[in-house]
């Protein structure tokens, strides 16, 4: 009797949790090895494997910034004699053009902070590149700094500068979700045509690509772990096709960290540049019709784009009505 009362109950969260559709978005990473010694900035330079700090030097020099400020008596850490030297910089907008370049990459733009190289963060690696940029920030009194010091490039005495693993994976947003965290409380009801994705431990690719890489003891300091074992330094693409129709009412909406891009037709309609908390962003296609060029009945693409570049924690939600994947009913 009690198996069959198990079975019945099993049955019912089964139907709860699943019967909703489901739209399966395709995606594709960019896995760079993370720099997680553990530090405010790290100590990585973008040169895979290269002295003197170890085999923990992040691929891209562009993720977990290590940078020494200036100003600050040679101190690195805040409470050693400078006040912040985290590379957090809350909302930076302007850093990408306003356009894809011609192969549908962002392009950087004048606005700068730990980008020069943003044309290699959604690409694969392309061995014979040797060059880094060189950043020669300052100490500032308050979250983040008040400029990168981009000064000029750098070489890598290996050849692993913005060296990446491809991974193809799908997401699966939801017809129906219920959620309250500490970003945003939201509520989407089954039928209205809107699916949801949704993880406020957004680790997509533990396990694969360089693996997971905890932080270890800083060599200076000896500090200890202090996060969780996640692959970090990774970023996201999406490219969606889509009819576009006045009558659909087409919305999407995003709330997560870091950097986010979302272009349509090629042109930027979201900018969340920056190494930030949770941010909340969202377009109405119908809006931004005239500006970006949609035409009733016309094919056009979504690109989406987000790099997850500081450990820490990683938070992600999507919504959208925009038909950009495989819609199955799982059972």
């Given at each position: 009797m ?15 949790v ?16 993370a ?16 002295q ?14 290590h ?15 400078c ?21 549908g990459k ?12 943003v ?27 008040p400029?990168d ?61 360089f693996g ?11 500090r ?19 009819k576009?129709s ?26 969340l ?7 909340t ?18 094919w ?6 987000l790099a ?6 990683s ?15 799982l059972?």
């Amino acid at each position: 009797m009690m198996r069959k009362v198990f079975a019945a109950m099993l049955v019912a969260c089964v139907g709860a949790v699943f019967a909703n559709d489901t739209m399966w978005v395709p995606v594709t990473y960019y896995d760079f090895h993370a720099d997680n010694v553990n530090y405010p900035q790290g100590l990585g330079d973008g040169c895979l494997n290269s002295q003197p700090h170890g085999p923990w030097e992040g691929s891209n020099p562009e993720f977990e910034t290590h940078r020494r400020p200036t100003g600050c008596g040679g101190k690195i850490h805040p409470g050693s004699g400078c006040t912040s030297a985290t590379h957090w910089a809350d909302l930076v907008t302007g850093m990408v053009q306003t356009n894809l370049d011609a192969e549908g990459k962002p392009q950087a733009s004048g606005t700068t902070f730990y980008n020069r190289f943003v044309g290699k963060w959604f690409r694969p690696w392309q061995p014979g590149d040797y060059r880094r940029p060189k950043y020669a920030v300052s100490c500032y009194n308050g979250v983040g700094f008040p400029s990168d010091g981009y000064s000029g490039d750098s070489t890598c005495p290996h050849d692993t500068s913005f060296k990446n693993i491809i991974i193809k994976d799908s997401l699966p947003f939801i017809d129906q979700i219920s959620f309250s965290t500490y970003a945003e409380s939201f509520s989407n009801p089954a039928g209205d045509g809107m699916y949801t994705y949704h993880n406020d431990h957004f680790f997509p690719i533990d396990g694969k690509g360089f693996g997971n890489e905890p932080w270890i003891v800083n060599p200076v300091d000896g500090r200890g772990n202090a996060f969780d074992d996640h692959n970090f330094s990774f970023t996201l693409e999406i490219i969606g096709r889509f009819k576009y129709s006045a009558a659909d009412n087409y919305v999407f909406r995003f709330c997560g960290d870091d950097d986010v891009w979302v272009f349509v037709n090629r042109k930027l309609a979201i900018d969340l540049g920056g190494i930030h908390s949770a941010l909340t962003d969202s377009l109405v296609l119908n809006n931004i019709a005239g500006s970006h060029g949609l035409n009733e009945g016309q094919w056009y693409e979504l690109h989406f784009f987000l790099a997850e570049r500081h450990s820490g924690g990683s938070y992600a939600t999507l919504m959208t009505n925009l038909p950009i994947g495989r819609k199955r009913r799982l059972r």
